[in-house]
């Protein structure tokens, strides 16, 4: 038996930071694809009980997932307007400049940080790990939130196991 | 600059396995929270385009969660079926039974384990992190679900960022 494995499991470390951003990227993936399921008019206006159409918690994603990284890299905290979106053309758009912009500020994120405790768009304090974890879980919440609208439209959503 | 802080950032570590349980146990409290909210019958019966009730969703939730971790630690997998839930104190009984399996399961996973690869239930193969991962993020799919059933019932869900 190694070192390793006569260690308590508390202290083992489960998720290396590029198995995160791939699991980040996945499920990005996925939510791209929910949005485009969504006809453009009903992405823009369809909402259940006096929630906010999908388009309006894409843009609140795009808000929150990428500024939440620059900030942890740069230490600067610039919260983005969240206007309502005019096209699923344009929610796509930002989609995909995020996703390439998520990549290329994740590599910036010093290892060390990940442990550290931040005050995120200084006004949410957490450990690194805990913030990211939230911008995730927030996206997954959404996302789960805009399957029972496209449900109720009678639209069959993507599947949820599916992350390539 | 510790040697930790020159290491590339892809295989530096973000999350320990206590945190994972950590955060798994916060999202398992909310989840709770939610189906407390829910009445009694809409719990059983109301839905939302063909989509099942939040307290069939909920009875998901048990057949994956804790019966994946087992399957983690023992190597044998044995899918629990899943019955319709008779109550909303039956549903409650089952959560607050895993919630003390799951902290007494985890303790018992390897630590070299995490990054192993099984096959889950013997049909889903992953790495382990990943089959975790997995069981969590579909527990915050389906409870963003159940978000707008009770929304759609004009009550009003539990503060997603509130994990205590």
Redesign the interface.
């Known amino acids: 038996m ?1 070192i ?2 006569t ?14 951003l791939d ?1 980040w990227q996945g ?1 990005r993936r996925l939510t791209r694809r929910v949005i485009e399921a969504f006809p453009e008019d009903q992405l823009l206006n369809f909402s ?4 906010r159409p999908f388009g309006a918690m894409a843009m609140e994603l795009l808000t929150i997932g990428v500024p939440m990284v620059r900030g942890i890299v740069t230490t600067e905290w610039h919260r983005l307007e969240q206007p309502a979106p005019s096209s699923k053309g344009e929610v796509l758009r930002l989609w995909d400049e995020d996703t390439a912009a998520l990549d290329h500020l ?7 940080r ?1 442990q550290e405790t931040m005050s995120a768009f200084n006004q949410y304090p957490g ?1 690194v ?2 913030l ?3 911008a995730i ?2 996206e ?6 805009g ?8 639209i069959e959503p993507p599947a ?2 599916e992350r390539e």
Chains 1, 2 share one sequence.
């Open positions: 190694s390793a494995a260690a308590n499991v508390s202290s083992s470390q489960v998720l290396s930071a590029a198995a995160m699991h499920h259940l009980g006096t929630m994740w590599r910036q994120i010093p290892p060390e990940f450990k790990y805990d990211l974890m939230y879980d927030n997954i919440h959404h996302r789960g939130q399957y029972v609208y496209l449900r109720a439209l009678g949820f196991y």
